[in-house]
């Protein structure tokens, strides 16, 4: 049964290992606005590394939201933006770096300057499509589900499966459940449940993960859900679409947090025949951007091609530097030619 096999490729291991064994300090690092895969897939290696004997750290470009505050390892994590220079000396010093969950500089927000200046070599660990050559190791692989189910491929591929014990599992299991919206999407290969199968197996809780990560709604966080599917929210029926709009004003009045808004984007796609579901969130200086859509709907093109940004087929992320109204207008705008274009 092949599909139930690592399907890490063997020659670039290879190379991997050898970097591994060259290296003392190692820096991790996920993408700007980390989310459950990103944060789980640095803890998870950084505390495979540590019981390798390395000196390890992970550096978050920025913060994240409470509900990812409770993995195994969190209090062990750098932010960039709240010690700069520690962090830099820690990379600048560093032989290696693991580039997670990201394909491009850009999405390293304010470390971009410095990984690019680093001198140390870099693996890359990633599932988002068109990666950019930014490693000397790249693990790319858009048929993974999370970069999380790569990590748990590389350390088993490294022979090093009996070091995941039940902590490093429960991060694994977070990022692997995170982007898949609880194994719902973007989650049809047998070896993702294989994989799900031996986390079990480590002893994870399963109940504490999904209620840490799904069950902490502040109220006003649970109020502004209700505005955004109100209020807040357009369906397009002749374009299978729903958008909702956040504007400052309904973010303070609903004292949003960091992260409040994570995740309200797939409520629309309950709504039967929507396809496409995009959420616009006025920030200070851009709008923020998150796309999602279903089965063969391409969304990250639009957020590619309008919106600055890209991601995965069904979940992508961009930002404009228009106004909030006007940002809409752009998307109801080239909304009806990418509803044509697909192929239905
Ligand atoms: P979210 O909507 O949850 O912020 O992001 C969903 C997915 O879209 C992410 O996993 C990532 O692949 C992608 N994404 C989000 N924002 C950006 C962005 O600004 N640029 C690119 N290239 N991808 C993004
Ligand atoms: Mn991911």
Not at 232 to 245: C, H, K, T
Not at 261 to 289: A, C, H, R, W
Request: aromatic content about 8%.
């Amino acid at each position: 049964m092949n599909d139930l096999l690592n399907r890490i490729d063997k020659e670039l291991i290879k190379k991997a290992e050898l970097l591994l064994d060259e290296s003392t300090q190692i820096s991790i690092i996920p993408h700007s606005g980390p989310d459950g895969d990103a944060l789980g897939s640095s803890q998870a290696l950084y505390q495979y590394l540590i019981k390798k004997g390395k000196k390890a750290q992970v550096i978050s470009p920025s913060a994240y939201p409470v509900f990812l505050r409770w993995l195994p390892e969190n209090s062990k994590v750098w932010i960039y933006t709240n010690g700069k220079k520690k962090a830099e000396e820690y990379i600048r010093s560093s032989d290696l770096i693991f580039i997670v969950d990201h394909n491009s500089l850009k999405r390293s927000g304010d470390l971009e300057a410095v990984l690019e200046k680093a001198k140390a070599k870099k693996i890359m660990i990633d599932h988002h499509p068109e990666p950019e050559q930014i490693a000397d190791v790249m693990f790319s692989d858009t048929q993974m589900c999370s970069t999380c189910e790569m990590t748990y491929e590389f350390i088993e591929a490294l022979g090093d499966e009996d070091v995941i014990d039940t902590d490093i599992s429960e991060c694994i299991y977070t990022g692997i459940i995170t982007d898949t919206g609880g194994l719902s999407y973007n989650s049809s290969h047998a070896r993702t449940y294989q994989i799900v199968g031996h986390l079990i197996a480590k002893g994870i809780d399963k109940s504490k993960i999904h209620s840490n990560i799904y069950d902490n709604f502040s109220p006003d966080r649970m109020k502004l859900l209700g505005h955004c599917l109100d209020g807040g929210l357009e369906v397009l029926p002749d374009y299978q679409a729903a958008i909702i709009s956040l504007g400052k004003e309904d973010l303070l009045r609903f004292n949003y947090k960091d992260g409040d808004t994570e995740g309200f984007v797939n409520y629309p796609l309950s709504i039967q025949g929507m396809l496409i579901s995009v959420i616009f969130i006025e920030k200070d200086d851009m709008v923020k951007i998150s796309f999602r859509s279903k089965g063969n709907v391409p969304i990250n093109i639009v957020a590619r091609d309008f919106f600055n940004g890209g991601g995965h087929m069904n979940a992508a992320g961009g930002r404009s530097e228009l106004k909030l109204q006007e940002a809409i207008d752009l998307f109801k705008k080239v909304l009806p030619k990418f509803y044509k274009s697909l192929d239905q």
